[in-house]
């Protein structure tokens, strides 16, 4: 479970002090993060950490109950030859399977997360995204994981997203809300550091590049966009709050440069599956083949690792 670490001060962000992104300024500052060099005891540790970091997920039409055993069933035996595995942090499915994850889950440790609010197109009244919600709840879902109604946020009605995500945070109550962007659809850095303001303010235990469903999805500019909202608000209020990229980051490599951004923007607090997320299920695969290999000394095939 999360632990809970602040008590939120909800009010409308100053929009017009947000600070304007510099976006060549951002893309020099990704360029260095990408070529620190992450010597081989390190690498474990960080491998180990990613792990621990990751949501496995099914967000598909063509889902089953069968295919959301299978999935708890891999994060539960993520690969039993390597000893001393962490676990995954959540599973994350539809609100009709939270039931079923519950189940199989049960004892592990591992989080339930579930989309709601009409995911993941966030077209819907209130009233539907509300109700979505709760039946998440009902079923048993540790967090949940929401969307904004990006189609408002373009039209420039920005108090209509503030009381949404306020709205959907009051029936949470102490669970968990990771608020989704969809920042391939939000056009700007410029906007992206907006809607994280307005996402924060607003409730947001957690802020959430994307759906999965759009590309782009999670990139590391976007990302350390996000993170510098997380840090201002943080030194304006001593209040922590997580991130989540997902979609996009399938390699463990490239994962690795997203906790040495981390890091070295926010700190070693936040270096923890508390407030750090992967939205990245074929990510395990490629942080067990290098496990593996750092095992072993040969890469494993990966049909040697499980689908789902």
Known sequence: MFLIQKQLILSFPDLLNIPKIDKIGVEERINRFCK??????????GLHLILSMIDLTTLEGK????KVRALCYKARHLHDSLQGLPSVAAVCVYPNFVGVAKKELEGSGINIAAVSTAFPSGQSTLGVKISDTKFALEQGADEVDMVISRGKFLAGEYN??????AAVKEV?????????????ELDTLDNIRRASDIAIHAGADFIKT??????PAATMPVTFVMLNAIKDYYIKTGIKIGMKPAGGISTAKLALQYLVMLNETLGDDWMNKNLFRFGASSLANDVLMQLEKQESGIYQSADYFSKD
């Not at 620190?36 to 540790?45: D, E, G, M, W």
């Not at 209509?160 to 995500?165: G, H, L, N, R, S």
């Not at 994307?210 to 590309?215: F, L, P």
């Open 36 to 45: 620190r060099s992450i010597k081989s005891a390190a690498k474990k540790q």
């Open 63 to 66: 889902d089953t109950a069968e």
């Open 160 to 165: 209509f997203v503030y009381d949404e995500i």
């Open 172 to 184: 949470c109550g102490k669970t968990h809300l990771k608020v989704i962007l969809e920042t391939g």
């Open 210 to 215: 994307s759906t999965g469903k759009i590309s």
